[in-house]
């Protein structure tokens, strides 16, 4: 959900060049409020994207499809029925995508065929995986922590994050 949500604001000023200087500059500075850039990193707070995703909407073109994707997003959000909703549905596609990357992981392993779009369909998630892995690794090595425990720290952030979204207490809180 963060990750889609962070998206959005990424990608709030793809194909601007057809926009009024106006739009621009609206967009652009709802976006730069919202981004934090950090060495080789970018950070948002998505409490305050999720305060700020209806601006967002309202300031993006209705035509671009930046619009529908940020308005498809706060709608998302926006009640707590709907939240449950979208983290069913993000649970039963990451349940699909683990089924995909097993198959394709036993078929490497044991010599069998895998095909370029098997493999292609678990990429991304794999190169996230490995990605937000590696940087959990090294950071704790950087700061002095054992890294089981920081793996261990980020699952139960999630696994706390996860029961909130579910309970309906909230419409959303990151």
């Known amino acids: 959900m963060t ?3 962070f998206d959005v604001v990424w990608r709030a000023r793809d194909d601007h060049h057809r926009w009024t200087p106006q739009e ?3 967009v652009t500075a709802i976006r730069d409020k919202l981004l934090r850039h950090r060495g080789w990193e970018s950070h948002a707070d998505i409490a305050q994207v999720a305060a700020e ?4 909407a309202a300031a993006l073109p209705e035509h671009a ?3 529908r994707r ?8 926006s009640t707590p029925e709907s939240v449950r909703a979208w983290y069913t549905d993000l649970e039963n596609r990451w349940t699909r995508t683990l089924g995909r990357l097993r198959l394709v992981r036993n078929a490497l392993a044991h010599g069998g065929p895998v095909t370029a779009a098997a493999a292609a369909s678990v990429a991304p998630v794999v190169h996230q995986l490995a990605g937000g892995a590696l940087l959990s690794s090294l950071t704790a090595l950087a700061e002095g922590t054992p890294v089981a425990d920081r ?3 980020h699952r139960d952030r999630c696994d706390a994050w996860a029961r909130d979204r579910l309970s309906g207490t909230t419409a959303y809180k990151p």
């Not at 995703?53 to 967002?56: T, V």
């Open 53 to 56: 995703l209806p601006a967002l």
């Open 65 to 67: 499809l930046q619009h």
């Open 151 to 153: 793996h261990e720290a």
């Open 3 to 5: 990750s889609e949500l």
């Open 70 to 77: 940020t308005a498809a997003a706060a709608h998302r959000i």
């Open 24 to 26: 621009k500059e609206g």
